[in-house]
């Protein structure tokens, strides 16, 4: 069955990097879109990034030129590296697909029928 598994969520200083892994299984990654949504304590979900099956990406302006999503296909796995961190990024973070969403990330950005279980990002001093 379709798995997602997400990785590399930790504590990390203001202005620190963390590498996040999504780890996909039970379906042909190359296929569809994936996209990365966080949630933090008290607010909604927040769309993050997402990347379609051709490498086409999208940000949320709050991340925009600090986050950058990629895939290798050939391993299953999508990552979302994130630089410049700053404590309004702490959050637990999802990645999630979509048999409807195909190559393409849905617009506006939102979780689809399927979700690993998440990372916590906690960025403090």
């Known amino acids: 069955q379709v798995q997602l598994v997400e990785s590399g969520g930790g504590l990390v200083q203001p202005g620190g990097s963390l590498r996040l892994s999504c780890a996909t299984s039970g379906f042909t990654l190359d296929s569809y879109a994936i996209g990365w949504l966080r949630q933090a304590p008290g607010k909604g979900r927040e769309g993050v990034s997402c990347?379609?099956?051709?490498?086409?990406?999208y940000y949320a302006d709050s991340v925009k030129g600090r986050f950058t999503v990629s895939r290798d296909n050939a391993k299953n796995m999508v990552y979302l590296q994130m630089n410049s961190l700053k404590p309004e990024d702490t959050a637990h973070y999802y990645c999630?697909?979509?048999?409807?969403?195909?190559?393409?990330?849905?617009?506006?950005?939102?979780?689809?029928?399927?979700w690993g279980q998440g990372t916590q990002v906690t960025v403090s001093s």
């Open positions: 999630t697909t979509d048999i409807t969403w195909g190559n393409w990330c849905p617009r506006p950005l939102r979780g689809g029928g399927y």
């Open positions: 990347i379609s099956s051709v490498g086409g990406t």
